[in-house]
């Protein structure tokens, strides 16, 4: 059976420093990054804010995603957050509700 996945964008402000993942379980993910256990480029910028996450069907294809994401021009990202969160609201709640 496949088994889904998130990819996932956070922050530290709004249009500040940006960081792509994957992950199939987005909540404890979230957490990892705000008990700063998640990685250390989230540590060094204090990337705590979720402001994108999209789900998919398969693992695979999130993972075909983040890194499809990860070679995007950051004008691009940051159109991608606004499109689905234009005020750059922290999304973690909804998610973990």
């Known amino acids: 059976m496949a088994r889904g996945g998130w990819v996932y964008i956070v922050t530290n402000r709004p249009r500040g420093v940006l960081y792509t993942g994957v992950t199939a379980d987005l909540a404890a993910r979230i ?24 789900w998919a069907d398969e ?20 159109k991608l957050i606004e499109d689905a969160n234009p005020n750059w609201d922290d999304l973690f709640d909804r998610i973990n509700g």
């Open 59 to 78: 693992i695979e294809s999130a993972i075909a995603r983040e890194k499809a994401i990860k070679e995007w021009k950051r004008d691009w990202k940051i």
């Open 31 to 54: 957490l990892q990054h705000r008990e700063g256990k998640g990685s250390a480029f989230c540590r060094r910028y204090n990337l705590t804010r979720l402001v994108f996450a999209e």
